[in-house]
């Protein structure tokens, strides 16, 4: 090529280069997990678990206050319920002295009666109670709701962290997936440049068809690997883009990188600390609380209730004038439930009983999670060490590769052991990503089993 035509393609390619880097969306780990916590649709439902949870306290609060009801009846009989005749006639009349009734002689004529009540009426009543004692179920009915709403938002706390910790693999595992195909393209390069030298070999009559033959192979498998881990790099995105709420971008660019800043002790928590951390731990102590919240509703029910009240009723019907009345009352109610604790007794020892399953469960579940907590360390204090140890088996095989090379352009061996050493090269590789991604998954990890994530 004319030297004249070199820095225009240079130039063309840098621009190139430029304007597929202006086309690219870029996204960081803090990007992405704001937007999953916003799209996500558990959270969403948590969200609106905790609203439905206040309205409930906001609906047991209400029990404090005055119930207030109206009763409205009319009816209309077939027949009056009172009727009375009265068959007209003489009637002596009365001078004073009852002894003259009998031998009276003067009358009055009294022409009968016919009466017929309560054949129809509409009566109005409308009554205010105010509870003076329940049983304490007010109190613990209020009680109860308050729990609800905090057990909804450490609900809500544990669906974000799910949803974090989840982001965060997802993110890693592209992230992986792209440094794979990074060696992948410079163990591609290195193929390149050994086919170029086994060709001008053969050529040479150095060496025969079969070894530029491997190489050729090796080609075509670096190919193929290439194509599966493309394809797995989309379903990876697309995947990613769905439970981020993010529409699939073909040009998404995961910025952060796989660089560990930071050892495990510098995130080291004692278990026993950690652990009253844990929204798990807090439920398990609220779930003993609502047991034992039940349990007071329970005995409430069997306790005396007391309240007073005032009411108003009206009738559209009066004896007298037929017109309507109305008439207003104070009152005072007391319910003594005397032959229900027969059976109070069972289901207050039943509740009891429940009282003490959620005590024991209370306590099995924390030792589970301060196991939990223990295995999350181990675990990552063995894939921080895993980084050492795939960094210096990479760094081995990158010495035996060159070393390999020097031999093979000495003819001290021969392609396959250097075909070899590329492929262990490869290999090392990606077992330091895999190291790397590993430990930033077990990192947060860790930091979720110990309340701080």
Same mark, same amino acid.
């Given at each position: 090529m004319k030297r004249k035509y070199i820095v225009p393609i240079i130039i063309l390619c840098a621009c190139t280069g430029t304007m597929q880097s202006w086309a690219q969306t870029k996204y960081s780990l803090e990007d992405c997990k704001q937007m999953a916590v916003e799209n996500n649709r558990t959270i969403k439902n948590s969200r609106l678990e905790i609203e439905a949870a206040k309205q409930t306290k906001k609906s047991a609060f209400t029990n404090y206050f005055p119930k207030v009801s109206a009763t409205g009846m009319g009816f209309r009989f077939n027949n009056p319920l009172l009727e009375y005749n009265m068959p007209g006639g003489n009637l002596p009349v009365y001078d004073g002295n009852p002894a003259n009734l009998p031998a009276a002689t003067q009358f009055a004529y009294f022409p009968g009666i016919s009466l017929s009540l309560l054949d129809k009426a509409t009566i109005g009543a409308v009554t205010a109670v105010q509870p003076v004692f329940a049983g304490g179920r007010i109190v613990t009915g209020n009680k109860l709701a308050r729990l609800g709403v905090n057990v909804n938002n450490s609900r809500l706390i544990l669906s974000k962290s799910e949803v974090l910790l989840q982001t965060e693999e997802q993110y890693w595992l592209i992230v992986s997936l792209n440094e794979k195909l990074k060696t992948l393209h410079m163990v #591609?390069?290195?193929?390149? !440049?050994?086919?170029?030298?086994?060709?001008?070999?053969?050529?040479?009559?150095?060496?025969?068809?079969?070894? %530029?033959?491997?190489?050729?192979?090796? @080609?075509?498998?670096?190919?193929?690997?290439?194509?599966?881990? $493309?394809?797995?790099?989309?379903? *990876?995105?697309? *995947?990613?883009? @769905?439970?981020?709420? =993010?529409?699939?971008?073909?040009?998404?660019? =995961?910025?952060? !990188?796989?660089?560990?800043?930071?050892?495990?002790? #510098? %995130?080291?928590?004692? *278990?026993?600390?950690?652990? =009253?951390?844990?929204?798990?731990?807090?439920?398990?102590? /609220?779930?003993?609380?609502a047991e034992e919240l039940q349990t007071r509703l329970k005995i409430g029910e069997y306790l005396p209730e007391v309240g007073v009240g005032v009411g108003a009723v009206y009738y559209d019907y009066d004896f007298s004038n037929n017109k309507g009345t109305s008439n207003t009352m104070v009152f005072a109610s007391v319910k003594i439930p005397i032959s229900d604790w027969w059976g109070a007794?069972?289901?207050? /020892?039943? /509740?009891?009983?429940? $009282?003490?399953? *959620?005590?024991?469960?209370?306590?099995?579940? !924390?030792?589970?999670?301060?196991?939990?907590? @223990? /295995?999350?360390?181990?675990?990552?204090?063995?894939?921080?060490? @895993?980084?050492?140890?795939?960094?210096?088996?990479?760094?081995?095989? $990158? $010495?035996?590769?060159?070393?390999?090379?020097?031999?093979?352009?000495?003819?001290? %061996?021969?392609?396959?052991?250097?075909?070899?050493a590329q492929a262990m090269l490869q290999q090392t590789k990606d077992d330091l990503t895999d190291a790397r991604s590993g430990y930033r998954i077990k990192f947060v990890t860790y930091l979720q089993v110990t309340g701080r994530y």
């Open positions: #591609e390069m290195l193929l390149d !440049t050994v086919y170029k030298q086994a060709d001008n070999a053969y050529r040479a009559g150095l060496i025969n068809r079969n070894d %530029v033959m491997k190489v050729s192979i090796k @080609q075509s498998e670096m190919k193929m690997n290439q194509l599966k881990l $493309e394809n797995g790099i989309k379903l *990876a995105t697309m *995947a990613f883009s @769905q439970y981020i709420g =993010l529409a699939y971008d073909s040009t998404m660019v =995961l910025s952060d !990188t796989l660089i560990i800043s930071q050892n495990p002790y #510098e %995130v080291y928590l004692d *278990a026993d600390q950690a652990v =009253l951390n844990r929204e798990e731990y807090k439920l398990l102590q /609220k779930s003993v609380e007794s069972h289901d207050i /020892k039943e /509740k009891k009983y429940k $009282e003490q399953i *959620a005590r024991n469960n209370s306590q099995n579940n !924390t030792e589970l999670l301060l196991l939990q907590i @223990q /295995k999350a360390w181990n675990e990552l204090n063995e894939a921080y060490k @895993q980084i050492d140890v795939a960094h210096e088996t990479m760094v081995q095989a $990158e $010495e035996n590769l060159r070393i390999n090379s020097d031999n093979y352009e000495n003819g001290i %061996v021969n392609i396959s052991d250097m075909l070899e």
